[in-house]
Structures are given as structure tokens and as C-alpha cells.
């Protein structure tokens, strides 16, 4: 049996609905309906009462959301599109993610965001917003890359006393497969090296670690070794095994499907030019999506993400200095 | 009311004596429909205040102690210092705190109340307080139309105090009165004359109880001015006279004094009055002497769980 990432989102909220009666999961259509994605498919049947759609009001439902944290409640909250989370940004940012600081109480709850480019989605169907929510204080953001952590990270940020954003990938949904759902969750908050190398290290997280992969398979007929490593969380980013790293191969290169300007590939940049300075080689570089509005046309959508192409590119560029 | 009034002008001159961190914004005017949602309330209940809402709160059982404190900064305060003055609550007591941005709390005190259905406790209420400028949010309307939708036991009270900040409410809205919006959600609604204690006593009980019973939403619109500027930084001097003058622009303290004295309750109005000041001069002086928040004693960190702060916080 293979088991699909978007299988694995579905399984990890009937296991949390199913260990833990405070959790409860809030959105458009998510319940008979099963969500624009399916990713509650049959959910608001097994367990009735807790899996509510929600009017489309992206501000109320994070507004509410915070309102049942508040009282205790784990709600998780789906958004039809992490682009339209933009609407219930005020709720997120001033308000789950102030109320720890200002008030000594959790606020533990998750809004789910399906992220990122898919051919033909244009510019409202595409964004990737983890760089607004890192930015602000209080929030965990999470960006899975792999069947396995999508279901383990969604289980740990269920549990977490503090509201959590989890950025799913909708270009994994379907085609990104495990065998088996993982017994054991990876480490909280700790990247992963998805393949090691000794040349130079490719950070990236969520779609992109998939397109880093192949971009190092690539070079590796060129004889060169790339270091992959996946974020798996970019807030709090996990500076030490980035550090690590660098220490082994002197080059980096950080990866982002985000817009260039800031993000946590900056971030990544910044950090290791500031704390790992004497253990480069070469410049570190960044590589991200072009900064315009995400194109609707596969072919130039194709061109304004990074792709495997890309980032071989630009890693080639790395080794030349 | 009272403790509300002298309250507030105490926290007004030590502003002008430049002991209060941040700014004071008054419910000077708008006491008595304030206060009379703190008193429909009971144990158990939410209640989501705005900015002048002290005489609420002040009936809801938030220690006067508390307000002093965080008004002058003491560190034993709910908010410890991170947030001040209007925006202090205290999630134990059933108060929340406001944020800023207005309309936010509608959908807030709905979650609570949506969780409190959950969790299958039975008769709780939520009320929330805004001026007529929230109404012209998204947020106040995906708020109440989401309570709406879910039935929810939460009283929606609208001060239509005829001015947002400086901006007259025919620059706010085009409809004739607030009160018809209650239609368009599928809700229950009821005017009150803000300046009427009695009446807003009245009001505001129907409507507490109508949402304990099942009735679903209640908004209330209150209609009153307010006797002060929007904060004391600003003195309100665009506020019309006719305005001033006419039947809205009572002081419902002067409204609650004459039916004491008509009542024949002259004498203990006066001893009212003194109980209140001395209240409010001890819980001054009390937070006065209280340390201060120190930066070095704060941990920094805006996440609870383990290993969740970034590597600039020591864990």
C-alpha cells in the first residue's frame, strides 16, 4: 500500500481527532464535503460535532480559533489556499501569536495552509507565505517536505502549546508517496540531511527539497557531492545543522520557492555569513522565485520557480569560485 | 459607575502629570451601558471589552488593583509590563484581552464560546463591547455573521457614541441606524438610551438572558456620546454642539445622581462616592510602591513549548 502526503495530512488529523477530544478541525468544506483538497475526507462522519465548515470569513476563523485556544480547544484550521490567509493574517500575527507574551496562556492551535506553485494555479493559487509568518514573533511555521514528516510534524503541531503554521505543499499532495505511515516522528525543530555531500551545502525546505535532490543527482555525474538539507521547520530555524554543514563543505547555496526578497533562505544566508564566516569557501548564495506575481502559464511558471535546472545551475556556480 | 468615573479621573490628571506609561483612553459618558454588561454577566461568563469599558470590567469583578497596576506599570499586573492599560485581561477571570485592531474580539469571544459548547458546559455568555467606528470592520462582520451562523450565546454591544476618533458616523456608515444590521444577520436586536442607567440595565439583562436561553446573537446599540476626547490626548473639540447640548450628550452619573436623590437615596449616593474615591486613591497608592517590570528578569521568548524559541533565546 502506498500512502500519498496529502494521505498523510488526512491520517495525522484522525489520529489527533481520534487520540484527543479538544481537537477539532475548522474551514471551508471541510466537513461533508471532505475540503477543497479532500484532505478531511469522511472525517466530519467519524467523528461528528468536531469537524465544522466555517462560513468564508478567513478572519473569523482564525479569530475563533483563537477564541477556543483560548478556552483550551486544539482547533485546526484549514484555508482553502495559504493565499487567502492573507485575509486572516491580523488574527494570526496580532493576535494568536501575541496572546503567549501578553497573557503567561497557550494558545495552541494550527492553520493548515496549502502552499506553494502548481502548474497553472496563477497568482492567488500559489503563494508560499511561511516568510510573513516567521517574521513575526510567537509562531512555529513548519514546511514538510516528505510523506512521513507531513504526518509526524502535523501530529507534533497538534500537540503544541503554541500556534503552529504548517505550510503542506500542494505539488506533493498527490505524487510524493510512502509505503507506510512512520512509527517515530524526526526531532522537533531540527533540519534533516536529505542526502549528504562534501562540495557545497543546498538548504531548502517544503517542494523545493525535492528539486534540491534532483538538482544534486544531477551533479553528482558531474563529480560533484551536494549536501541537501531540509529545514522540515523554518521557525525556529535550526542554525546548528545548517552550521554543521557549512563545516563540511565551505559552500552554500539556500533555497527557497518564496519570493527573494527576505525569507528564510536569507535568513539561512545571514546566519551562516554571521556565525560560520571563516568556515566558507565561496560567497554564499540564495536562489528564489523571481520576484514578480506567480505566473499562470505552466511555461512561465516553470521559469519563475526554482526548478532542479535552476538550482543545478547556481550550485555549479558556487563550486566555480 | 462610580469607581468607574473616579477611577478614570484619577488615571486622567496623573497622565497629565506624566506618571502614566502610554496613552489613557476614557469611558467617561459611557459608563452606564458599559456597566450594565458587566452586570448581566455572571461567574463563568466571557466578557471581551474596548477601550471604554472600564465601568464593565469594574462590574464583571477585574480588581481595581489590577487596573493601577497596569495603568503604572507595576510588574504584578496581569500583563506583567508586555502590554498596557486598556489592553490588560485576564484569561482566568473570563476577560479578554483586546487587541487593537477593532472587530477583532467578536470572533475571539465567539471561539470561546463555540469551545465552551464543546466541552458541554452549559449556560455561559459572551459579551463584547465596540464603538459604532468597529461596526464598519470586515472583522465585526465575519465575527457576528459566523456567530450568527453557529447560534451563539454572545451579546454584541455597540456604543454609537456619533464619532470614530474624529470622524462623524455619516462619514462611517449610510444606513439610518445600527440597529438594522441585526436584520441582516439573522439576529435580535434593541436600542438603548446609553445615557438611561435603568434602561440600559434593562436592555442589557433581556439580552444576556435571551442569549443564555438559546436565542442566539443579541446585538445592542447604545446611544450616548462620550464626555471626553477619543484618548486625553485630544480634546474632542469637533464634537457639535447641538450634539453636546441635546438629550444624548447627558452624563448618565449626573442621570444615576438625580434618580438616587429622587429615590430618596441622597445619603448613600454621598457614601457611594466616598467609598469609591477611597478605593480608588488606596489602589493607587498600593500599585504606586509596587516594582516595575525588569528587563533582565524577562525571559525573552514568545513561544511555550520546549525548544521552540529561536537559538537568540537562551532555553
Known sequence: MSITYLDAIRAAQE????????????????????????????????????????????????GLA?????????????????????????????????TYWRTGRPCPMVLR??????????????????TIYSHYPGLVVMTPATVEDAYSMLLEAIGMEDPVVFCEHKLLYYHLKAEALPSEAGPAFRAHVARPGRDVTCVAYSAMVHEALAAAEELAGE?????????????????DTILASVARTGRLLAVGESWPWGGASAEVVARVASEGFELLDAPPQRLNAKDTPIPYHPNLWAAHRPTAVRIAAALREVLRY | ?????????????????????????????????????????????????LIRDMAGRLA????????????????????????????????????????????AMVSATAGVLLAKRMKKEKGSVGLTCLGDGATSTGSFHEGLNVAAVEKLPLVVVVADNAYAYSTPKDRQFACADLLDRA???????????????????????????????????????????????????DDGLYVEKDLKNSERGRDCLSVMEKMTQDRGMGKDWEKWKEAAHQEVEEAVKKASEEPVPDPFEEDWRATRTQGAAEAWVEE
Open chain 1, 223 to 239: 563529480g560533484h557531492e551536494i549536501e541537501v538539507v531540509d529545514l522540515r521547520t523554518v521557525k525556529p530555524l535550526d542554525t
Open chain 1, 66 to 98: 483563537v477564541g477556543a485556544a483560548m478556552e483550551g480547544m486544539k482547533p485546526v484550521v484549514e484555508m482553502q489556499f495559504a493565499d487567502f490567509s492573507t485575509v486572516g493574517l491580523n488574527q494570526m500575527l496580532n493576535h494568536a501569536a501575541t
Open chain 2, 183 to 233: 436584520k441582516g444577520y439573522g439576529i435580535e436586536g434593541e436600542g438603548v438610551d446609553g445615557t438611561d442607567p435603568e434602561a440600559c440595565l434593562d436592555v442589557l439583562g433581556r439580552a444576556v438572558q435571551k442569549a443564555r436561553e438559546g436565542s442566539g446573537p443579541q446585538l445592542v446599540v447604545g446611544r450616548l456620546l462620550r464626555l471626553c476626547g477619543h484618548g486625553e490626548h
Open chain 2, 1 to 49: 459607575m462610580l469607581r468607574a468615573r473616579f477611577a478614570e479621573d484619577k488615571l486622567a490628571s496623573l497622565y497629565r502629570a506624566g506618571r502614566i506609561v502610554g496613552g489613557v483612553y476614557l469611558g467617561r459618558g459611557q459608563e452606564a451601558l458599559s456597566a450594565a454588561g458587566g452586570v448581566a454577566l455572571r461567574k463563568g461568563d466571557v466578557f471581551a471589552p
Open chain 1, 15 to 62: 489520529k489527533a481527532l481520534q487520540d484527543d477530544p479538544s481537537v477539532f478541525i475548522y474551514g471551508q468544506d471541510v466537513g461533508k464535503f471532505g475540503g477543497a483538497f479532500k484532505a478531511t475526507k469522511n472525517l466530519a462522519e467519524k467523528y461528528p460535532g468536531r469537524v465544522i465548515d466555517s462560513p468564508i470569513s478567513e478572519d473569523a476563523m482564525v
Open chain 2, 60 to 103: 464583571f469583578g477585574e480588581p481595581l488593583i489590577d487596573v493601577m497596576r497596569t495603568y503604572l506599570g507595576s510588574r504584578l499586573g496581569p500583563m506583567k509590563g508586555r502590554d498596557g492599560n486598556i489592553h490588560r485581561g485576564d484569561l482566568a477571570r473570563g476577560i479578554l484581552p483586546m487587541i487593537s485592531h477593532l472587530g
Open chain 1, 113 to 130: 495552509l496549502p502552499s506553494g506553485g502548481t502548474p497553472g494555479s496563477g497568482p492567488f493559487h500559489s503563494q508560499s507565505m511561511e
